[in-house]
């Protein structure tokens, strides 16, 4: 079985359909890219995924639940964990305090403990700021840790969202264009991080334009266009197929 | 003299509780409540009830009053969970003015417009007026410290955090796996339930409570207060708080030096020097006085 399955996932905005019955699978254990031209709907199914837009019909199942219509924290707490395609975040925290935010299980966030400085809400803060670290240091943050995160720059905060996801330990990853706007190098460090990440047994679905980090980290590749899933194979197959290149047609494949 | 200077620092005291709520719920978790008098009134009108009708114990009418008070932000918050900014604003300044209009119009309950008289105060009668004042400023500082330690801790815990998240992006911090609704809920009640307390304290205190007391203007106060001393900083809340009553009283000594203007001109002299200065103050330093500061924990 699937980690995640999408069965007929469908959503509109103002009578326009985002998504018009999405089915799509991802496999425990791999990275599945999910591409298609601007519009195509990704996003939205990100954000039905993870609970932030309800869908209006059709289901999702996530490590053998039904998550469909769950509060985003509920899906969040179960091991699914997003990132967003125009960075967000919290400007008004420092780039540590977004990390630790995303750390799970702190009994420091109950409001009892938190007014009592309970001393294991501070031995758990101790550890997630040791892993904090370890997450800043390899996506190159850990220079600016103390920092506001709206002082960052647009790459840096694309590697937020990275490494705040990888906060609350997920079993799976939704990333929405991780590498947009990161310079060749730390991009290729980002690819080889996640099959770092894939062999200590995560899963991530990764929304991508830039074709030839699809083609070398993920496997298999899953097309949309229209809100719907047009095609499922290796890169070689998708690319091969005459429906996947003209859905592309008209538009620049490098964003 | 002294005297004076005792009744100026127990409404400065009760300016900071009421600051300091604001600033919870406010200044952390980013939700703005222009209904602060109106809590503040269902505590007063709790706590005189409670001790002067019914003759129970002052600690048991402030319980009440923080619990009651409480009770209703939890209401509030339910009723305004979706909303934001302006709108909230709005609901919050319509809930005050339902406040005080139900108190103005259940005379059964609140003796109307003629308000409540002879509210106990701790020993109110026993000791002499200049006494009892010094006293009861006492009890009131002990309050606003003891709020201060425990909003401080909680600024500065996770549970801190989590609201300063919500109030940049409470999708964002949805996402990160919380619970939105209930961190608001949680901090609305906290702070409406200080706000209560604040309000028992001035009833036990003045010994009198009048919807008149409870305009939208007080509101605007402590809203002015918290930006003059740095919103999301307790200790900005507190010196807004002190300031704001400073300057109130301070400019009642514009009379001294300002001979041959009628009362009429010398309250609204009074109104414009208080106003120029916070404009001032917003002007040159946005953040406030004392800004909040990020913590800096990437040493271990
Ligand atoms: N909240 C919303 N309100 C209205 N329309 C929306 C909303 N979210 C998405 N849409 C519409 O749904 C369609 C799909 O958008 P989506 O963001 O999912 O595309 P995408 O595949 O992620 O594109 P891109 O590659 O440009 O990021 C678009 O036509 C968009 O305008
Ligand atoms: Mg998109």
Known sequence: ?255 | MTDYLVAMLTFAALYGLMSLALNLVWGMAGMINLGLVGFFALGGYASALLTHRFGLPIPVGLAAAFLFAGACGVVVALVTARLRGDYLAIVTLGFAEVVRIIASNEIWLTNGTDGISGIPGPLRGEVPPATFNLVYLLIVLAVVAIAFFLLQNLRHSPFGRVLRAIRDDDQVAAVAGKWVIAFKIEAFAISSGMLGLAGALYGHYTSYIAPDAFVPLVTIYIVLALSAGGTGSNLGALCGALLIVFFQEGTRFIAAWAPGLGAVQLAALREIAISATLILILRFRPQGLLPEKLPRLAKR
Not at chain 1, 8 to 36: N, Q
Not at chain 1, 201 to 215: Q, R, S
Not at chain 1, 236 to 241: F, G, K, T, V
């Open chain 1, 1 to 255: 079985m699937a980690l995640l399955e999408i069965t007929g996932l469908r959503r509109s905005f103002y009578g326009i359909a985002a998504l018009s019955g999405v089915d799509l699978a991802v496999e425990s254990g791999s990275i599945t890219g999910l591409i298609g031209p601007n519009g195509a709907g990704k996003t939205t199914l990100f954000n039905c995924v993870s609970g932030i837009v309800p869908p209006q019909g059709g289901r999702v199942v996530f490590d053998g639940a039904d998550i469909t219509g769950w509060r985003p924290d509920r899906i969040a707490r179960r091991g699914l964990v997003r990132t967003f395609q125009i960075a967000r975040g919290f400007p008004g925290l420092t780039v540590m305090e977004n990390l630790l935010l995303y750390g799970p299980d702190q009994p420091g966030e109950r409001l009892l403990p938190a007014l009592c400085r309970l001393p294991a809400a501070r031995r758990r803060e101790e550890e997630l700021r040791e892993r904090a670290r370890a997450i800043a240091a390899r996506l190159a943050l850990d220079r600016v840790l103390d920092n506001p995160a709206s002082a960052l720059s647009g790459g840096q905060k694309k590697l937020l969202e990275i490494g705040r996801a990888l906060m609350t330990e997920p079993k799976l990853v939704l990333l929405d264009e991780p590498i947009a706007g990161v310079n060749p190098a730390l991009a290729e460090e980002i690819g080889a991080h996640l099959r770092r990440l894939l062999a200590d047994g995560l899963t991530f679905l990764v929304i991508e334009h830039h074709m030839d980090m699809i083609a070398r980290l993920c496997h298999p590749v899953i097309v949309m266009a229209e809100g719907r899933t047009l095609a499922q194979g290796s890169f070689a197959e998708i690319a091969a197929r005459g429906e996947v290149q003209e859905a592309y047609m008209g538009r620049r494949w490098a964003s």
